[in-house]
Every structure is written in structure tokens, then in C-alpha cells.
């Protein structure tokens, strides 16, 4: 299994026991996955890079790498908003909505919700006009 196979493995894993109800995961979890520390801890490394998850506890012994991982809001919303995993999960509502982008500004607590669909669609149109006039309602 290469790195990103792997990588998907583990946040699919985790999607799955956190919609159960286990939040935190150990290295006892992931042995159907990956039986290999060292690749492991590579992919766990990798994904907490990408802000995916959070590695609340890692200890090396002697006897391989011990860890308690969670699934962090962006991987959760990487999940459910990625091509790859979108097929993969329809049983469940989705908990981190792709629907709205929230933009604060400054001190004045301004906050905008713009649908972001719509927005996203609009600017990928073709059309050169409308990619004027989504920046100038922006």
C-alpha cells in the first residue's frame, strides 16, 4: 500500500470510529491497516502536517510506537467534502457543512456567510462576466 493509499485508510478508519463514537484512536486500532511503526508514524506525521489530525500522545519503546490520535475539523471537513471519501460515507449527515464560507473582519466583528456553492460555481463558470461581478459583490 503506498503512502497516500494508506494516508486514506486511516482518515476513512477514523471517520468511521468517530461517527461511533470513539473520538480518540490507538495504535492498536490501525493494525488491520498497517502492521509496519515506521510507515505508520510516517503517515500519521504526514497528516497532522495537513492539519488532518491531531497526535495527542506518542511514545516510542522498544517495542514499536504507541499513539492516541484524533480526527482534527479539517480532516473532518476534508472528509466530507473530498471527491474521494464523498461516495464512500452517505449514510451519514455530514457534520461540518461545505454550504457557507464565514469571513470576519477586524476588530468590528463583521461577519459575512456567503453560500459557498454558489460562489465556488459561479466563479468557475466560463463566463468572464460573471467572475467581474462575483469580485465586485465580494
Do not use: W
Not at 503517515?43 to 497526535?55: G, Q
Not at 492516541?68 to 464512500?88: D, P, Q, R, Y
Amino acid at each position: 500500500m503506498d503512502m497516500d493509499e494508506l494516508q486514506n485508510s486511516i482518515l476513512e478508519k477514523m471517520y468511521l470510529e468517530y461517527r461511533n463514537g470513539n473520538i480518540g484512536l490507538q495504535r492498536k486500532d490501525f493494525k488491520d491497516i498497517e502492521s509496519n511503526d515506521q510507515k505508520l508514524d510516517s503517515a500519521f506525521k504526514n497528516l497532522k502536517s495537513n492539519r488532518y489530525i491531531e497526535i495527542k500522545s506518542r511514545v516510542h519503546t522498544a517495542i514499536g510506537i504507541f499513539y492516541i490520535v484524533t480526527l482534527s475539523k479539517i480532516g473532518m471537513a476534508f472528509i466530507e467534502n473530498s471527491k474521494h471519501f464523498k461516495n464512500k460515507f452517505q449514510d451519514f449527515d455530514p457534520v461540518i457543512h461545505d454550504d457557507d464560507i464565514i469571513f470576519g473582519m477586524g476588530s468590528e466583528h463583521v461577519i459575512t456567510i456567503l453560500p459557498f456553492k454558489r460562489v465556488y460555481d459561479e466563479i468557475n463558470n466560463k463566463n468572464p462576466e460573471n467572475r467581474i461581478e462575483i469580485v465586485k459583490n465580494v
